[in-house]
Nanobody, 125 residues
Framework: QVQLLESGGGSVQAGGSLRLSCAAS????????MGWFRQAPGKEREGVKA????????YTADSVKGRFTISRDIAKRTLYLQMNSLKPEDTAMYYC??????????????????WGQGTQVTVSS
């Protein structure tokens, strides 16, 4: 069983930055992919950034290109999401997810079988 614990959410004004962290209970190399998803009220959960943890290749949703960066600290078993130039439409609950099997669509929530509890990000205009 993989446990994921997110932290770092909060409230920020438009144009500001936040960094989310996701601490995993296992070595990230033992997984196949980790990613960040978000869900706004009344909307479906969408993938924003993901990483193949075996080779480090990353994947990005068009809505956050050039603004969000995914990275990890292997020694700390921690995944990060650096969010810059935040917009009100980025307001959502952000979730960390992990998959221990081969993933084909890295930004599809259906590919992931481990989820954190989520952390709220609120961006005001």
């Amino acid at each position: 069983q993989v446990q994921l614990l997110e932290s770092g959410g909060g409230s920020v004004q438009a144009g500001g930055s936040l960094r989310l962290s996701c601490a995993a209970s296992v070595d990230t190399f033992s997984l196949y992919s980790m990613g960040w998803f978000r869900q706004a009220p009344g909307k479906e959960r969408e993938g924003v950034k993901a990483m193949n943890t075996r080779v480090g290749i990353t994947y990005t949703a068009d809505s956050v290109k050039g603004r969000f960066t995914i990275s990890r600290d292997i020694a700390k078993r921690t995944l990060y999401l650096q969010m810059n130039s935040l917009k009100p439409e980025d307001t959502a609950m952000y979730y960390c997810a992990a998959a221990a099997h081969i993933v084909r669509d890295y930004l599809s929530r259906d590919e992931y079988n481990y989820w954190g509890q989520g952390t709220q990000v609120t961006v005001s205009s």
